[in-house]
């Protein structure tokens, strides 16, 4: 590919990146921090992730200097928030001046191996092997791996168990949708609001209708699926039954878990990344997975970061950069990232039965993960972000009564048709 054309496409994805990293799931945003080593030549590699929370001192630096260590050189490491550093590695790109290694939310993964900015795993001898198939998925493009996953965080369902107790309700007891339907219409009989999630026309609220919309058996080529319309019902007749709030169809993921530690409801979706804040939280919590229409763990969108390699002039860095991942991605390196972000579940076999030795209580956490799936797997790569949006809309319109589920659906499969091409 000639460069003045990879630099174009990389202009262009700037614009669907962005949009598409503004938000998914876990980290809070600030300045840029991170002081440069001062040394100079090949003996420092850099780093850049989206972790400006985590300053110098803090565990995740020691961890990723460790790994430097290990490999022999020094890692200067530079954090941003997540939009800044989204454009800042596609301007780094065109410039030639890419850090050696890079942390990212994973639907931006696609989008960085579209533009020619990120190397395969295969290109920097990575073994991919190890790696939970459904968690690697959203990293692959055509067949090829473009990033490993440090660790995924998804959504399941938190209760408040004075309400449920009150209700008469086991947490148990809710395995599908009927069995959970009966615990709402328990909770709402006995005084309480049953359950509160984020419907907000944005990427959050898609994230937090795929779990039902995946629950129920559809899939994102196919918007407007009796299956797709099922799990689209379901959301409406929470609303319209009043067991859950209309401040649901604004909620984001935030709002919705502010209305769950006023005490005041039953269930909320939410993710991973509250479960200190539910420990904290001033009644006792709990937490299942989100029920599939039929039974079992729906599959729950992943969150999470991947590591990349982006594009080097010199190509005899990437023995030192598969090091250093290598070092983040042994059973031991996935759960020291997983004790350094509490919510961050390990991506491999070994790394979970490790991580489940520390932490038996977070057993659902782990179902939660192996049932997970990739927004951009199943090969949609750069198509999600412009399914999604027609899928949030069509969410939007179906909540807020202006059209019926089928209706809001159908105008949203000609839509997603009309933009991929599909």
Known sequence: MHHHHKSRAIAAAAVSAVSLLALTACTASGDSSGESSGASGSDTYTWWDPYPQHTDGSDWQNRVQACGDEAGVTIDRTAYDTTALTNQLLLS???????????????????????????????LGFDTSAIDPNLLGAGVVDGTAYGIPIGANTLALYYNQDILDAAGVDPASVTDWDSLNAALEQIDASGSRAITFA???????????????????????????????????????????????QSAIQNSQNTAWEEFLDGTVGFVENGTWQVNSAADAGFPTGYITIPAMN??????????????????????????????????????????????????????????????????????????????????????????????????TAVQSAMSGAQSSQDALDAAQDAAVAATGR
């Open 93 to 123: 790109a065109q410039e030639g001046t890419s850090p050696d290694v890079v942390l990212l939310d994973n639907p931006a993964v696609s989008t960085l191996a579209d533009t020619g900015a990120i190397i395969s795993m295969d290109e």
């Open 199 to 245: 419907g907000i026309g944005t990427e959050e609220g898609s994230f937090q209708f795929l779990p039902w919309f995946w629950g129920a058996g559809a899939d994102l080529t196919e918007l407007n699926s009796p299956q797709a319309v099922e799990a689209l019902d379901l959301w409406v007749s929470w609303l319209d039954n009043g067991w859950a709030p």
């Open 295 to 392: 039974g079992g763990a729906a599959p729950a969108p992943t969150g999470g970061e991947f590591i990349m390699a982006p594009a080097q002039n010199d190509s005899a860095r990437y023995d030192v950069t598969r090091q250093i991942i290598e070092c983040m991605t042994t059973p031991e390196g996935f759960v020291q990232t997983a004790d350094t972000f509490a919510y961050y579940i390990p991506p491999t076999a070994d790394g979970q039965a490790q991580f489940l030795d520390e932490h038996p209580e977070l057993e659902v956490w782990v179902d939660a993960v192996r049932a997970a799936k990739g927004r951009t797997s199943d090969n949609l790569g750069t198509d999600y972000p412009l399914i999604s949006e027609q899928l949030w």
